[in-house]
């Protein structure tokens, strides 16, 4: 799997043993499996290193303008995306992200991150660049769509699987995500 890669794997270990302590107080405050949340940030942006490319803000017109499909999710999105611009004090030209206009380290669309990302550090703003509010607010996410307390059943249509394949919305996303999960804490265990 294009995810699955041993270099993504040395870089999912390295970001764990860089990070364990916030880790493990995200998954044990949300009661989430803290390979399940170190596996979306590194398929989502492979630990920071990809989460950019287009603006945010012309990746959403462009969708609005040129894919009528896409359009109405576009302009609502485009909306959230102001929203948050605004109440932050964020140049709307200044964010990249991704071709469809998710962005930060745990490339959110701005819909979900205006109501599900949280501000885990409490500084009084939500970071989509920094890793306590990202790391919290996958956590968070994970929660607010059914993910069950401490549950390690991964199973294909278990609520965590569910829960997990909501950040997508893909059969193949939850079940990369499963298996890159199981590779990293296999790696880990190894390593200890």
């Avoid at 929203?83 to 991704?98: L, M, R, T, W």
């Avoid at 278990?158 to 997508?168: D, E, Q």
Wanted: proline residues 4%.
């Amino acid at each position: 799997m294009i995810f699955i890669k041993e270099s993504r794997i040395v870089a999912g270990v390295k970001f764990y043993s860089e990070n364990k302590v916030l880790i493990m107080q995200v998954a044990e405050k949300y009661n989430v499996d803290p390979f399940i949340i170190l596996s979306i940030a590194g398929i989502e942006s492979n630990y920071g290193k990809h989460y950019k490319g287009f603006t945010v803000f012309n990746s959403l017109y462009t969708q609005i303008h040129e894919m009528p499909k896409r359009a109405k999710w576009a302009s609502k999105e485009l909306a959230s995306y102001l929203e948050y611009c605004y109440k932050d004090d964020v140049n709307p030209q200044s964010i990249e992200g991704s071709y469809a206009g998710a962005f930060g380290f745990g490339q959110f669309i701005p819909s979900s991150f205006n109501k599900l990302s949280i501000d885990y550090n409490q500084n009084g703003k939500k970071e989509p660049y920094g890793w306590e509010d990202v790391l919290g607010s996958v956590a968070h996410y994970l929660v607010e769509n059914g993910y069950p307390p401490n549950d390690y059943n991964f199973s294909f249509r278990s609520k965590a699987w569910h829960a997990i394949r909501t950040y997508n919305r893909s059969d193949h996303y939850a079940n990369t995500v499963i298996e890159f999960r199981n590779e990293l804490a296999k790696q880990l265990f190894l390593s200890t």
